[in-house]
């Protein structure tokens, strides 16, 4: 059983920086993915960016150049990094994890950016 206890978010101004972190435990998992997504209200949930297992990062072309992604294999935890914030990037945002069967999420942490 895989669980995801995610850390950071909050309410920051336009132009700020905010760190999100996903911490993953259990056993027995070899994770293909790991990665955010996020929801605004009325939206759909996107992919936010991603990290694959060999190392590889994607990003939303709506991020690319602000936010960044990196992994602690050792600690099994992903974060994300998110400078230049907009009101646009306001949303519940999701850790997940992939497995070669199984695909899990957090719990979800609100990230508020006024204008």
């Known amino acids: 059983q895989v669980q995801l206890v995610e850390s950071g978010g909050g309410l920051v101004q336009a132009g700020g920086s905010l760190g999100l972190s996903c911490a993953a435990s259990?056993?027995?998992?070899?994770?293909?993915?790991m990665g955010w997504y996020r929801q605004a209200p009325g939206k759909q949930r996107e992919l936010v960016a991603r990290?694959?297992?060999?190392?590889?990062?994607n990003y939303a072309d709506f991020v690319k150049g602000r936010f960044t992604i990196s992994r602690d294999n050792a600690k099994n935890t992903v974060s994300l990094q998110m400078n230049s914030l907009k009101p646009e990037d306001t949303a519940v945002y999701y850790c997940?994890?992939?497995?070669?069967?199984?695909?899990?999420w957090g719990q979800g942490t609100q990230v508020t950016v006024s204008s």
């Open positions: 990290i694959l297992s060999g190392g590889t990062t």
């Open positions: 259990g056993s027995g998992f070899t994770y293909k993915a």
């Open positions: 997940y994890l992939a497995t070669m069967t199984s695909l899990h």
